[in-house]
T-cell receptor, first 112, second 111 residues
Framework: SQQGEEDPQALSIQEGENATMNCSYK?????LQWYRQNSGRGLVHLIL?????REKHSGRLRVTLDTSKKSSSLLITASRAADTASYFC????????????FGKGTRLSVIA | EAQVTQNPRYLITVTGKKLTVTCSQN?????MSWYRQDPGLGLRQIYY???????DKGDVPEGYKVSRKEKRNFPLILESPSPNQTSLYFC??????????FGDGTRLSIL
């Protein structure tokens, strides 16, 4: 029951450029979360945005949420080589105590 | 330090030999979950637990068992492991509706 679908699957950019990743989902949500995973390590939470919010910032990260289009985007500004990782979106449902559903991730490579 | 601890981190074993992967969290979280991660498939949920003695199947529960006898522990049991369970496994915990905290992962190879 995978709901979040990230796009693109892989992204390669130069250091200093901005990176944008998108996430689409299918059903109503309570919140949407973005996570980062360095190769072979556990996921680390980046940002949680609730369904009544449209935009949220954290340092160089900016997340937007469009519930009418059932989509979200994660923007990393002024990227660094250390941002190289996989990024996942996960959706929290409105319908009771159902767990987060993760997408397959976007693999970001930032080239120095 | 707030953390989710999985053991072992790496394990190579043989088909049919029962194994348990332990997961412990020190944040008093009610919700705990197990995922497996395979190339091209992302994270798939195996089982989750909303509280002590409450467990539910995720997307891929076949071949796995879990228990939640204490709030802090959520072990994953493979009664008769098979090669298709070779994967990278993650345990996670959180308060409901809050971000999940992940362990560092357990890489299982079943020959």
């Amino acid at each position: 029951s995978q709901q979040g679908e990230e796009d693109p699957q892989a992204l390669s950019i130069q250091e200093g450029e901005n990176a944008t990743m998108n996430c689409s989902y299918k059903t109503s949500i309570n919140n949407l979360q973005w996570y980062r995973q360095n190769s072979g390590r556990g996921l680390v939470h980046l940002i949680l945005i609730r369904s009544n919010e449209r935009e949220k910032h954290s340092g160089r990260l900016r997340v937007t949420l469009d519930t009418s289009k059932k989509s979200s985007s994660l923007l990393i500004t002024a990227s660094r080589a250390a941002d190289t990782a996989s990024y996942f979106c996960a959706t929290g449902s409105n319908s009771g105590n159902t767990p987060l559903v993760f997408g397959k991730g976007t693999r970001l490579s930032v080239i120095a | 330090e707030a953390q989710v601890t999985q053991n072992p981190r790496y394990l190579i074993t043989v088909t049919g030999k029962k194994l348990t992967v332990t997961c412990s969290q020190n944040m008093n979280h009610e919700y705990m979950s197990w995922y497996r991660q395979d190339p091209g498939l992302g994270l798939r949920q195996i089982y989750y637990s909303m509280n002590v003695e409450v467990t539910d199947k995720g997307d891929v529960p076949e071949g796995y068992k879990v228990s939640r006898k204490e709030k802090r522990n959520f072990p994953l049991i493979l009664e008769s492991p098979s090669p298709n369970q070779t994967s990278l496994y993650f345990c996670a915990s959180c308060d409901w509706g809050q971000p999940q905290h992940f362990g560092d992962g357990t890489r299982l190879s079943i020959l």
